[in-house]
């Protein structure tokens, strides 16, 4: 890096004379440069230093260190939530003029989101959640020299004002019934105290702890997810026709019908395709509850969906990476983005009316009431 100019202290152009005159504002002539090196936490700067006659010079960007250096660090983090490999971010650095900046050194920056990471996740949280979707990512991570697969869950829901947030991001090396129902108690602990219905994929252990630690809620199945469980037991010659048959059971402008139309389903398919037709049967009123709320727009709550988009985001960005080095690396990725994605939502139009979520507070009310 070159500094140019030659007035002691501050190394602007301030108070410089027309060339062959003098300024009375110098304070010392300067005679070429000097090379000397930068050392910062991200790598070593090169800097031309001015070689003055009397005093000293201090470039401004040594005295402003400390915000280049946060300004660097917020570069490298934000690229590393982007999905950019630690080799990447490397090169970038080089191709800036910074050298000595390694891989590893890299991983340590990303370690500065630690604060605001378990910040978001230890959040109060409000006490009233009207619906909320939970689902599980899973990617390898690196334990005790092994290669394994790891999972975050995370739940994200729509409060009184219908607008969406991200509420909880935990990690756990198994999708079992008790690490779900842990995950359901912290939902309580950090405040939430109310929830109407809880929407994922038929998981037993999700489905468990919804009964076990929510009583009173209801558990939505995904149909979208469900209909995939029905098509994966026909022959690919019939799942098209098939497929366009279920959606319109989900379409139904209400229950009753859409219950009449799955009956015609399952008998068109009783004796042809019965492993379909019994998943179908077991796992239809499940997939309907969101009817008992007529108020809501269906293709809000009756799928995962409004978690796919986010959940397709992070896989694009932790495609890079491969394998995580530990878990931690692997939960600081998740939650950096799914923080960005809260705030963007809180600037956004709300996912669901709030007009539309008056009744259900209002029936809740009424039923505390009595």
Known sequence: MVVEGADAGGGGSEGRAPKGKHSKARKTNYSGYRVRQLHTRVGTIYLEVPKVRQGGYIPFFVTERKRSELAL???????????????????????????????????????????????????????????IWVDALYEKVRRNNEVVSSAIMIAHGVDIKG???????????????????????????????????????????????????????????????????????????????????????????????AERLAELVIEEYEEKYPEARRCLEEGLEDSLQFYNFPEIDKRRISSTNVLER?????????????????????????????????????????????????????????QAAN
């Open 73 to 131: 660090l917020s570069l490298v983090q934000e690229a590393f939530v982007n999905g950019i490999s630690t080799r990447k971010v490397e090169r970038l650095a080089k191709s800036l003029g910074i050298e000595g900046i390694s891989a590893s050194q890299v991983s340590e920056i990303t370690k500065g989101l630690d604060g605001r990471v378990e910040e978001f996740r230890t959040r109060p949280l409000q006490a009233e959640y009207p619906f």
């Open 310 to 366: 986010t959940n397709r985001e992070i896989r694009r960005r932790s495609r890079v990476v491969r394998v995580f080095p530990s878990i931690e690396s692997y939960l600081r990725l998740v939650t950096a983005y799914l923080i960005e994605y809260t705030e963007d939502w809180a600037n956004e139009n709300a996912y669901i009316k709030a007009d539309k979520l008056g009744p259900l507070l209002e029936q809740e009310l009424a």
């Open 163 to 257: 607008q969406r947030e991200c509420l909880v991001v935990e990690p756990m090396w198994e999708e079992s019934e008790d690490s779900w129902r842990e995950f359901m108690r912290k939902l309580k602990r950090r405040g939430v105290r109310r929830v109407r219905m809880f929407i994922s994929d038929a998981h037993p252990g999700i489905q468990a702890a919804v009964k076990k630690e929510w009583l009173g809620a209801s558990w939505q199945r995904c149909k979208v997810h469900f209909m995939r469980n029905i098509l994966a037991k026909v022959p690919h010659r019939d799942k098209a026709r098939l497929a366009d048959q279920l959606k319109q059971i989900w379409l139904q402008p209400d229950r009753r019908s």
